[in-house]
């Protein structure tokens, strides 16, 4: 086996197998997978033509991603491919478990191998999924709240100025995202590579080698306050994968959430707004639009 890191230039492999699974769990596009390669510190090979992709994060335990078929799914081949990554994790003297497995993976594992499997379900990197019109007409009580954020936002404010994200306005997010850390204790860049600003700052550099990449920022009084970028996941689902601006203006995440689904995805039918993380105020945050949805994951761990 040879392992690699994720370059942009490996980009055809992993859109042709994640083009062939249609997952609706937010990890499984290039975009994600490369802006947190560093994060995650993961290597990737090809084993019976399928995409294998092991993490070894700083933080945790190394684990293994559910293998992929970069063409029709063979059981035997997904067998063999397992029994193969079990000896890389020996050779590493690592023990073999595999994370962040969308439920509808879970079955492979139990029906295709001739072993013992236990499934925990992980419900802090579950993805929270949304019905795309819910978030574009915040209608009916439940999500009175997020209209009256916006009434507030536009009674204050006047109005806003959206904008689309182009090599014009990078730099522009990148101060938004600077001083959103400034003034928050969840962003740690102690090692700068591991950081969401860094991993944001990949899909600006590459914003033009990424096809499918949207993003826009949305300006208070001529100046730039908040910035989203998300892309389509499959034929019906959209991820947002960055979402930052100024606590300090009322309503501005309200705003930029609402207007960005509706003028870039209001064609889909889910819009995936990714995980929690287990950060409480992220969860609170997250279930505060009315989740239509999760996308459950698992850790994995088959009884060799």
């Not at 859109?15 to 994600?32: L, T």
């Not at 009674?155 to 730099?171: H, K, P, T």
């Not at 001083?179 to 969840?186: A, L, R, V, Y």
């Not at 947002?240 to 959430?257: L, M, R, T, V």
């Amino acid at each position: 086996m040879s392992w690699k890191e994720i370059e942009i230039t490996d980009m055809d492999i992993f859109q042709k197998a994640f083009g062939n699974i249609k997952s609706q769990a937010s990890e499984m596009s290039f975009a994600n997978m490369f802006m947190w390669r560093k994060n995650y510190n993961t290597k990737f090979s090809i084993i019976n033509n399928m995409l294998c992709m092991v993490a070894n994060p700083r933080k945790y335990k190394p684990f293994a991603f559910c293998p992929i078929p970069l063409d029709t799914f063979n059981p035997e081949e997904f067998e063999d491919t397992v029994f193969k990554l079990k000896e890389y994790f020996d050779s590493q003297d690592w023990k073999l478990f595999f994370g962040r497995v969308e439920e509808c993976m879970v079955e492979r594992f139990k029906k295709y191998l001739k072993v013992n499997i236990k499934a925990k379900k992980m419900d802090s990197i579950s993805d929270y999924v949304y019905d795309t019109e819910s978030l574009i007409t915040l209608a009916g009580k439940k999500l009175s709240s997020k209209r009256n954020h916006i009434n507030r936002f536009l009674r204050e404010y006047g109005g806003f100025e959206y904008v689309e994200i182009s090599n014009e306005n990078f730099s522009e997010c990148e101060r938004i995202f600077d001083e959103w850390c400034e003034g928050n204790d969840s962003c740690n860049c102690d090692v700068p590579e591991e950081c969401e600003k860094w991993a944001c700052s990949q899909l600006l550099k590459y914003w033009d080698k990424i096809p499918g990449l949207k993003g826009a920022l949305i300006k208070v009084n001529g100046r730039a306050e908040a910035f989203t970028i998300g892309e389509m996941l499959n034929d019906d689902t959209a991820v947002i994968h960055i979402e930052k601006g100024n606590a300090d203006i009322h309503g501005i995440y309200a705003i930029i959430n609402r207007e960005f689904v509706e003028r870039t995805f209001s064609h889909t039918k889910y819009i995936n707004r990714e995980e929690d993380m287990g950060i409480e105020g992220l969860r609170k945050a997250k279930l505060s639009y009315k989740p239509s949805g999760r996308v459950w994951k698992y850790n994995i761990y088959p009884e060799f």
